[in-house]
């Protein structure tokens, strides 16, 4: 996954120098709450790279030239290895990654079959799009996580290059052919409902994540600032929407 100009600042610690945010994770994984809602969100950030991979693999096909075709194999390459990443600390955590990951599978293959791309450039958009808003949600979280498990879910979220890449695609086929930007707008408005409807139902299912969303485990975050946060987020939508050349 990748924010790929860093559209959103990662908030400030909202609980400074004391709480879970500046908590190693033995400490902090006393809570049985909080270490739930972790596991819970490492299997669905681990699923989702799993998927990113899947989703790479299956554009490359689409790639109009070798060049192209190399560069999204490179890219599944990083995504796979942010897989390897999450799996491994679950494991080292004792928890089981299929089981960890297994409650997000189908709410992820549901949103990518209801949005699979008709052809390559709808893929690039899916995945700049689709990705950064799924990263920016996890940056958001990250701020309020042990200094652990925040390092690596920031690593995790290290640029693979597919944002750069979608965009000097992406406009280059706009700027050949200007009735493309429409068509492409249409397409990046639906994935952003659609991906922001798949977020809020993954969390509603969750009762760890959800309380660590509404204040309980993580310090500082009450529904008023979910709000801000799912703010932050379309914003950085429309600024993404902007450097492809479309209208948010």
Request: net charge negative.
């Given at each position: ?6 559209a959103?600042?990662?908030p ?28 819970d ?5 681990a ?6 991979f899947?989703?790479?693999?299956d554009?490359?096909k ?27 600390r ?21 949103f ?7 052809d ?18 996890y ?8 200094t ?6 920031l ?14 695609k ?15 707008a ?7 409902g ?15 994540l ?18 801000r ?7 950085a ?12």
């Amino acid at each position: 996954m990748e924010t790929p100009d860093h559209a959103t600042d990662t908030p400030a610690d909202p609980s400074g120098t004391t709480g879970i945010a500046a908590q190693d994770w033995a400490t902090a994984a006393a809570d049985p709450q909080y270490r739930a809602a972790v596991v819970d969100l490492l299997g669905a950030l681990a699923y989702g790279e799993l998927a990113a991979f899947e989703r790479l693999a299956d554009d490359a096909k689409l790639a109009p030239t070798l060049g192209d075709k190399a560069e999204l194999a490179k890219m599944a390459a990083a995504e796979f290895h942010h897989f390897e990443q999450l799996t491994e600390r679950l494991t080292a955590v004792d928890e089981e990654p299929t089981a960890a990951m297994e409650p997000f599978a189908k709410a992820l293959d549901d949103f990518h079959r209801q949005t699979a791309p008709s052809d390559w450039l709808e893929g690039l958009v899916k995945a700049y799009v689709g990705d950064s808003i799924a990263s920016d949600f996890y940056r958001e979280v990250a701020a309020r996580l042990d200094t652990d498990t925040r390092s690596l879910v920031l690593s995790v979220l290290d640029d693979t290059g597919h944002g750069n890449f979608a965009v000097e695609k992406v406009r280059a086929a706009i700027e050949a052919d200007p009735r493309v930007g429409g068509r492409l707008a249409l397409w990046a408005r639906r994935l952003m409902g659609e991906a922001l409807s798949q977020a809020q139902r993954v969390v509603a299912d969750r009762d760890a994540l959800s309380t660590m969303l509404v204040g309980g485990v993580a310090d500082g975050f009450d529904l008023a600032e979910v709000g801000r946060m799912f703010s932050r987020i379309t914003e950085a939508h429309t600024k993404r929407m902007a450097a492809l050349g479309l209208a948010a």
